[in-house]
């Protein structure tokens, strides 16, 4: 089984910065693609951004311009940077990955690892 370890969430200020990471227990190469969804109180759970394995990203367009994914094969490591953040980023990220040779894009449920979900709090 494996299992995805996500760190980084916290509270900011709009306008301010943070950066996200999901360490995988396996090779990322185990997967297609990996990403990062959200999901704020209230809300279904979104897309934000996916990566192929190979390295090519995709955005939601409430997020492009602003927010990097990015992997580090060696440390088995998926990342998020977060920039000019507003108060609606404010949600749990997850991250997944697909675990197959097929790639979900933004289709949650077919994504068959996620991690814990980590808190991110943006406040004016």
């Known amino acids: 089984q494996v299992q995805l370890t996500e760190s980084g969430g916290g509270s900011v200020q709009v306008g301010g910065s943070l950066k996200l990471s999901c360490t995988s227990s396996?090779?990322?190469?185990?997967?297609?693609?990996l990403a990062w969804f959200r999901q704020a109180p209230g809300k279904e759970r979104e897309g934000v951004a996916y990566i192929y394995t190979g390295g090519t990203p995709y955005y939601a367009n409430s997020v492009k311009g602003r927010f990097t994914i990015s992997l580090d094969a060696a440390k088995r490591t998926l990342y998020l940077q977060l920039n000019s953040l507003r108060a609606d980023d404010t949600a749990t990220y997850y991250c997944a990955a697909d675990g197959t040779n097929w790639c979900p894009e933004f289709k949650s449920p077919d994504y068959k690892y996620w991690g814990q979900g980590t808190q991110v709090t943006v406040s004016s």
């Open positions: 396996a090779s990322i190469y185990m997967s297609r693609c």
